[in-house]
């Protein structure tokens, strides 16, 4: 552990952020270790060990960084620093506090801590004097923002524990003494709500990880009602830009059935992390009535930070993630853009001479995707409880290209995909999610499929794979349409292509700019596909080809009137009466 | 940048590439400058006491005994008010026969604004030309570049869109402008009377062009002095930021690099963001908004320095030469800005965003249209109408030479919806219909 014969070592050879380390005494890789430039400690990463020589990549900018320098390793690995206060946090990808940095501009080596070490919680304890425990079990808790935050038993901690002392109910800091802890050797360990974890490292203090097992309501609906994502699932949104991968990303975070929302902004823009810190403290969680910043931490480490936290970032933001789940919490994790976290990795591969794999990044990157992935998913506790991380990460194709290599390895670990489409997003189609390309895995689960099935009828399930239908023999009638022209196809694929279109002006679209549309609960969604699918089956009959376009819409005009309507309301039951008297005057 | 007297002098270079070379020196700091036998060179690489020097403008004629010397510093500028008018090179000594500036002296390429201390861009930048204020509104504190194809107007847009803009300076970066360019950016800005306002860096097609590498540096460097300490609104003008991009790749190929996508460098992204995300709208009122242009390969955007900006930016205005009406339009299919949201209907009169989507998704239904008309096959009443409405809203909205307020464009374009269409076609919320719609 940190004992006081640190190794040190000196600058020998600088390459842009990589900086190479002559060491005198043992190393590990991934250890972190601070170069002691005379402006400010920079914070670097051992990556690589050729004999004597410690290659480093550092967090921050090496400029004016010179051979010779002292560097101190400190013989732990990246870690994360867990307590009560994390949540409403801006971190940076390292973790620290950026509300506690001084100045505009962002000071190389500040490292700030991510708790507040003054304030005061009023902990509660949960375990008796006598009681057995392990690693991740609960001891206490506090209420954080509303939510009881558990105090748990340390991760690192190995082997059974008994109790010793439990501190009594009360108002502490988090530095303060919860219990002492004896092991099975009779050693007693004294706990404090702060525990830390390395951030590459996943947490698995937890009894098993089932298959997921139920829907995770995000209140799209282009993904809710078509391609639902799992509570503790995974899904990707890979989108060319423009195509409004980000503004899908912050609806979800906003409305999703979350009790933690943590945002990996991770080498995108900075005014798109600003909306959020200017955006989150207004709105109002819809579930509990607090504000959204109140359940949500972002962890910020926009495309000018340095590029090596951006590497870091995505993983204190996936131990964060852990920590809450361990807690029996359902936590939202959200990563954009995981190929900015791929070309970290591409970066440094390249500043190691590294052989490279396909468009140069390194060859494990599937493995490195996928092993992240992996960390999410529900799981059951110890005590039984269950927790879960639902992961959504976004890719950014190069070039809009599908086949590149961070779209083909997340394909290999995501369950869902929600590919953006860039024609919809031309013609303003807002999601802009391809109804035909992406799919959800978890509609072939039984297990999803039940739960569904008890949610929100049996014939849901049905009614979703009859939609999906629609959208694909829509197209096909639009190919036709495109190649025999208005007049060369029947009547039949008219109605085809205008029912399909139908779906997707009502279901698929979006409004999330709109403040009732934004949002749409899980039973408003049953009910407008049902409203919706009721006029697909009927048989109406039309003169020639141009009146269906004309009397399609008009529907769908009032059905998206209705969709910016505040269910239950006049308005509503108004544009919901007109729409029956035109279908009946034209089934008449 | 004079040398000092007690500086040491190394006379003895192991090794020259084409653009690098390798001397013995001690204590020497990453980044650092050098003049190699007196051109302007910077540290790039350091092995012991081997240290590699990138030199700008080029090893010819440059031998084994040429003298080195260190300045013990990171590229610098001195600014001040003073800078205010003046033309200079990409090292930022003046080019327009001026003195040098007096002020204080800065590094360039600084650390990031932390994004807590920024705050949310939220004002409208009017240029009058409705296919940039209605479709894809500007807003300060934002980067956009123009994609366009090398034969288009985009530099006398932007212009355009700089002197209207009413910015407090406005810096222009120039990287491989043609003498033509600069003499007409130059032009342009002295007969607008708007010369005091101006700043320029500029890097000809004469220069070495690895000296556009510190372009962006030199211009935003001088638009965070203006921001921050005067609190002025700046709007920072690069371009051809593909030409710096292709730099770019010159000295990574020379530094041996493992080329990613398109021959450039894997660090392309992050090259491209650390200069983009220098926009900024600060608490206290003073903005870095930068315009940029990144010419494309006939249309191509999927070539790596397109994609990569277009990921970086908030947005991208695409100019397009319209055959039917014969004049150049802002293409409003693949423009965006994304920062739109935050001034439209706000700013803005409220039906702003629906009018702006409906007439979009019109245009759109219009394109349809003429892809069938052009194979062959009978149009819809519905059809016709649409390509009419399309004439004339390029004509009226699109074209870049139109000069009208937002509230001008909103109208028009409901004259348009009204001329051609039922209320129920253009699908917009009913009380704007309701309000808004030109009863003929």
Known sequence: MEGENKTTGKVAGIIANLVIVEVDGPVGQNEICFIQHPESNLMAEVIKIIGDNAYVQVFESTRGLKVGTNVEFEGHLLESTLGPGILSRNYDGLQNDLDKMEGVFLKRGDYTDPLNREVKWDWTPIVKVGDVVKAGDWLGEVPENGMPHKIMVPFKFKGKFTVKSITAAGSFTVDDETAVLTDEEGNDVTTTMVQKWPVKIAVKSYKEKPRPFKMFETGVRAMDTLNPIAEGGTGFIPGPFGTGKTVLQHAISKYAEADIVIIAACGERANEVVEIFTEFPELDDPRTGRKLIERTTIIANTSNMPVAAREASVYTAMTLGEYYRTMGLKVLLMADSTSRWAQALREMSNRLEELPGPDAFPMDLTAVISSFYARAGIVYLNNGESGSITFIGTVSPAGGNLKEPVTESTRKSARCFYGLNQARADSKRYPAIDPIDSYSKYLEYPEIVESLGEKLGDSWIENVLKTKNILLRGKEAMEQINILGDDGVPLEFHKRFWNSELIDGVILQQDSFDEIDAYCPLDRQKLMLELVLDITDKDFSFGMFEDVSTFYKKITNILKQMNYSELDSDKFSTYHGELDSMINERLN | ?440
């Open chain 2, 1 to 440: 940048m004079e040398t000092l007297a007690f500086q040491k002098i190394y006379t003895k270079i192991k090794n020259i590439t084409k653009a690098t070379i390798t001397i013995e020196a001690d204590n020497i700091g990453y980044d650092e400058m050098a003049l190699v036998d007196g051109r302007m060179a910077q540290v790039v690489k350091i092995s012991k006491s081997e240290v590699v020097l990138q030199v700008f403008a080029g090893t010819e004629g440059i031998s084994t005994n040429a003298e080195v010397v260190f300045l013990g510093n990171p590229p610098q500028l001195k600014v001040g008010e003073q800078l205010a008018g003046r033309f200079f090179n990409a090292f930022g000594d003046p080019i327009d026969g001026g003195p040098n500036v007096e002020g204080r002296t800065v590094e360039i390429g600084g650390p990031s604004v932390n994004p807590v201390r920024r705050k949310q861009p939220s004002q409208l930048i009017a240029t009058g030309i409705a296919g940039i204020d209605l479709n894809n509104s500007l807003v300060t504190g934002q980067k956009i570049p123009f994609f366009a194809d090398p034969d288009q107007p985009y530099n006398q847009v932007m212009a355009n869109v700089a002197l209207r803009a009413e910015a407090d300076k406005i810096i222009l970066g120039g990287m491989g402008l043609s003498n033509d360019d600069y003499l007409y950016f130059k032009n342009l800005f002295t007969n607008a009377g708007a010369l005091d306002r101006i700043i320029s860096f500029v890097n000809t097609t004469e220069d070495p062009p690895v000296e556009r590498l510190l372009i962006p540096d030199m211009s935003l460097t001088s638009a965070e002095y203006f921001a921050v300490e005067k609190n002025e609104k700046v709007l920072v003008l690069l371009t051809d930021m593909t030409l710096f991009a292709d730099a770019l790749s010159i000295v990574s190929n020379r530094m041996d690099q493992i080329p990613s996508k398109d021959s450039m460098p894997g660090s392309l992204y992050s090259d491209l963001a650390r200069i983009y995300e220098k926009a900024v709208q600060f608490p206290e009122g003073g903005s870095i908004t930068i315009i940029a242009v990144t010419t494309l390969n006939g249309g191509d955007i999927t070539h790596a320095i397109p994609d990569n900006t277009g990921y970086i930016t908030e947005g991208q205005l695409f100019l397009r030469n319209d055959s039917d009406i014969g004049k150049v339009i802002v293409d409003p299919f693949r423009s965006l800005s994304r920062l739109k949201q935050l001034v439209i209907g706000k700013q803005t009169r409220e039906d702003h965003p629906q009018v702006m989507n409906a007439a979009i998704r019109l245009y759109a239904d219009a394109a349809n249209a003429k892809t069938k008309q052009d194979n062959g096959f009978d149009l819809t009443d519905y059809d016709e109408r649409t390509l009419e409405f399309a004439r004339e809203y390029s004509l009226q909205i699109l074209a870049i030479d139109i000069n009208i307020d937002t509230e001008k464009m909103l109208d028009v374009t409901w004259g348009l919806f009204s001329k051609f269409f039922e209320r129920e076609e253009v699908v917009v919320r009913q009380e704007f219909v309701d309000k808004y719609w030109v009863k003929n």
